[in-house]
């Protein structure tokens, strides 16, 4: 067995990655662009939590005015009307009749008019933040959805919402947010509640809708804004990503090249001291002068009447040569007969080959593939010399090796080795 150490030909290993250019560039446009969506989801992740802390703070600080003005003496004037709105926050502002039923009360209170009107109001108003209608909105509009109201709680909402009375029957409706869209539905399903709930209330008749929720901005007109995604961070992020990716799939395909080692150049063949019969290029219009220096090398081989060609593997397996080495061979003056081998059983090879090579120079005959078939030997066998058939970059050296390998039991002459779909001449 041959002992020598393989050296790594990085020239070669450059040229595979040639040879696969075109699924480097895919693995590095892919891996930009993932890159790229990770980076946009990051930027969006990091830009959305400043937007949310700040207006979960614009919402703590709409809940501890609101609290504070209830708590303030009467005389103290609304924290926030339809006039006077909010910074950086919306009002939705809503009117609601309500229809009292003063007979139920009437005989049984010692309450001037007036009196009932403020103790009907306060109920009215006491009723449009019950808790369990609260808990109910908070729900039904599934609010903890929200980033910035992830942790609302019923006292949280209340103090979102402030009502009173215009008159006797006119009850005005505000809810403060930093969300235009959500704030008006809250107002609609807290106005909601109410009107059910005001069923159960025998001093309410009915209540109306009169102006249904309408928003207001308040003294900013900006609120709170995400920062923009940045352009040039994503650019940034697809050549990363690109060349990070293609540098992997270099590493890669150089472990792959190193543990597969196929057979690429006639410096390979050198490691078995073998010789370099012909490289067959790929495109045919290249393969003439090809085909017409193997005939030539063949046509030299001492002492040679019959030669077999023995694919080392499938890939090396080329009917269409046997025609195309035939016709050469016969430019160059030798009568040559050709016989395809695999239709031929092993018990009639022996007589096949003296009956079609009687009368002729030179027998070439297409073998059986060595990895394959335990009877490709025997072509072997019955040749004056071997020509081993190599595909470019697919036949291992490990496999040239067994083909080497096997046929050394024969004591035959392998005149060398023939590397067929070539893509370049070494």
Known sequence: MNNKVRQIDLFQYFRYLWEKAVKLILIAVICGALFMGYNYLKQSDESKKPVVNAKK?????????????????????????????????????????????????????????????????????????????????????????????????????????????????????FVTDVDPDRAAKISEAVIKEFMENSKDYTSIDEVEVIDAPNVSIGSSDSVVKSPEISKTSLIKAFIIGGFGGAFMAAVIMFIVFILRDPVRTSKDLGYYELKCMGLIPKKKDRQVEAYKRLAYDISLIDDCRVVTLVPIDKYSEKDEMLPTIEEELGKIGKKVATLDGKEVSVDKLAQKIKTDGEGKDLLVINGKNISDYADAIISAVNSDAVILMASYAKTEMKQLGFAINELSKTKKNIAGVVICDAKQIL
């Open 57 to 173: 703070a614009i919402l703590t600080s709409v809940r501890t005015t609101n609290h504070d003005a209830f708590y303030a003496p009467a005389s103290s004037p609304l924290p926030y009307t339809y006039s006077a709105k909010p910074a950086n926050a919306f009002n939705a502002y809503a009117k609601v009749f309500v229809d009292f039923n003063y007979d139920f009360i009437e005989g049984n209170t010692k309450m001037d008019y007036y009196q009932m009107v403020k103790c009907l109001q306060q109920d009215a108003n006491i009723l449009l933040i019950r808790s369990d209608s609260l808990q109910k909105v908070i729900d039904d509009l599934k609010l903890r959805d929200y980033d910035d109201m992830s942790d609302i709680t019923v006292d949280d909402l209340r103090w979102m919402i402030i009502s009173n009375f215009l008159g006797s029957n006119v009850m005005q409706v």
